[in-house]
């Protein structure tokens, strides 16, 4: 079985793209729309990456990295930022709260699994 991939996003558009895309190169994914379904859908399921939107309702990408950090299970677990801020504070912001990388979309798919693939080995 592949490694499994969460994606969390607000937009369909973009969680099917980037599902499409992990899909594609042999991942399993799990989709959540923000922060707080992220937090219920990762309820004991093993997944070895997090990618998520930054902008959200209810629970923003910076408060999901935030809370996915204080679980041992997934405190060492990649999170990569996939958002359309590129402002170094922001950056700074969710480098501190525990992101891994930081992709500013739009993205390509190439670029995407290219993070991916690196972080993962």
């Known amino acids: ?6 994606t969390v996003d607000d937009s369909a558009s973009v969680r099917q793209m980037v599902s499409f895309t992990l899909k594609g190169a042999g991942y399993e994914v799990v989709e959540a729309v923000d922060g707080k379904d ?3 859908k990762l309820g004991g399921s093993p997944v070895q990456m997090i990618i998520t ?3 959200m ?3 923003d990408g910076i ?3 935030k809370e996915v950090r204080t679980n041992a299970s997934y405190k060492f677990v990649p999170i990569i930022m996939l958002t359309t801020e590129s402002q170094d504070s922001k950056k700074q912001e969710g480098k501190s709260a525990g992101a891994t ?6 993205f390509k ?5 290219a993070v991916v693939k690196k972080v993962l080995g």
Do not use: E, H
């Open 109 to 113: 798919p190439d670029q995407l699994l």
């Open 38 to 40: 992220a937090l219920s």
């Open 57 to 59: 309702p209810n629970l």
């Open 1 to 6: 079985m592949g490694k499994t991939i969460m």
């Open 63 to 65: 408060g999901l990295i």
């Open 53 to 55: 939107d930054l902008n």
């Open 101 to 106: 990388g930081w992709i500013v979309k739009p």
